[in-house]
């Protein structure tokens, strides 16, 4: 075994080489597989920043002040686990944050093609960061927030696919 490391010079060269990974999506809403990948991940890092990225020419069903509320709450037990908000490519704000890791959660072969395409394009722009891989487990896999959406626009009850921390006002699509 080897000494333990003490002294602040030590400590700023063991923060500066944690594993820091970040979660990106729209979180529109938070799903349970959204959580259950980021539960999955957390100890494979020192540092999990669940980042909803932020696209003007896209129509969100949920506000972004909504939204970071669910996954903060999802999530405020855990300390390794930080939720913030980009703009851009997400490769670019894997930079700004420090973070060499990216995750992303796959349901299907089609969730891998694309993946796959989008893990290559961004190695190409910035080598240092990976991207890892994490299937949805089995009973999760159909699970999305494009079909969450679908089912609340449609007036059912989805209590069943997100988080408890999700709590959709019962006139919200009338104030839509």
């Known amino acids: ?99 060499n890791y990216i995750i992303r959660g796959i349901r299907n072969s089609s969730d891998f093609e694309y993946e796959k395409t989008i893990a290559h394009l961004n190695n190409a722009m910035m080598p240092g960061v990976e991207t890892i891989l994490m299937t949805a487990k089995p009973d999760l896999s159909s699970i999305s927030s494009t079909i969450v959406r679908e089912i609340i626009l449609g007036k059912g009850d989805v209590t069943q696919f997100v988080p408890s921390s999700v709590k959709i006002p019962s006139n919200f699509l009338e104030l839509q």
């Open 1 to 99: 075994m080897g000494k333990p490391i003490f002294g602040s010079s030590h400590m700023k060269y063991l923060k500066m080489n944690n594993k820091i990974a970040i979660f990106p999506g729209s979180f529109d809403p938070i799903t349970i597989g959204h959580c259950d990948i980021v539960k999955r991940a957390l100890p494979l890092f020192d540092e999990i920043i669940i980042a909803i990225g932020v696209n003007n020419q896209k129509k969100y069903l949920f506000p972004l002040e909504m939204r970071l509320e669910w996954i903060k709450n999802a999530f405020n037990d855990e300390p390794k686990i930080r939720v913030e908000t980009y703009v851009g490519l997400t490769i670019n704000y894997c930079k700004s944050a420090g973070a």
